[in-house]
């Protein structure tokens, strides 16, 4: 007898809480309210001022959850590596005290990831040409920033060997 493996069934959206009035998604419903309230309502810059690096890790951490209803539903992976890049710009960002703080206050990555969830979640998960061109020019960035940091430890190589 000969083992099959199952084909994974498309996403079902969870219906909506009876009663409510409305045919909103609760998952989604969830992580606008936790984007809210770490973007909105400043929970996100303020554990990175009191909690410097370490509150930042946490605002992360917390975005995850975002970007794990985006896998749950089979969104594309550009769209997923979109909203990583969100998280990992104000995580990279926020690190820097004071500075970091103030980036948080405008940058709000948790409530573009979830208005990424929503956008996409219209169009079946498929990415448009906007999340191809942002995933692109981070990939370039990403090439440059290693292009830059190579050249820098071959200059100071050669500095430090020439006072050898």
């Given at each position: ?28 419903e ?8 770490l ?8 554990m ?24 749950r ?58 999340d ?33």
């Amino acid at each position: 007898m000969a083992m099959t493996t199952p084909v994974p069934l498309p996403y079902v959206v969870p219906r909506a809480r009876r009663g409510s009035g409305t045919r909103t998604d609760p998952e989604v419903e969830r992580a606008s309210k936790i984007a809210k309230v770490l973007d909105h309502d400043l929970v996100d810059p303020l554990m990175g001022f009191v909690l410097p690096g370490v509150g930042d890790l946490l605002g992360s951490l917390l975005g995850l959850y975002t970007v794990a209803l985006a896998v749950r539903r089979k969104m594309s992976p550009v769209v997923i590596a979109r909203m990583l890049m969100n998280l990992a710009i104000d995580a990279g960002v926020g690190i820097v005290p004071l500075v970091g703080d103030l980036f948080d206050l405008g940058f709000k990555a948790n409530l573009k990831n979830v208005a990424l969830l929503t956008d996409r979640t219209a169009t079946g998960g498929r990415a448009t040409k906007k999340d191809w061109l942002a995933v692109a020019g981070a990939a370039l960035a990403f090439v440059l920033v290693l292009g830059l940091a190579v050249f820098a430890v071959v200059k100071l190589v050669g500095a430090v060997g020439h006072y050898l």
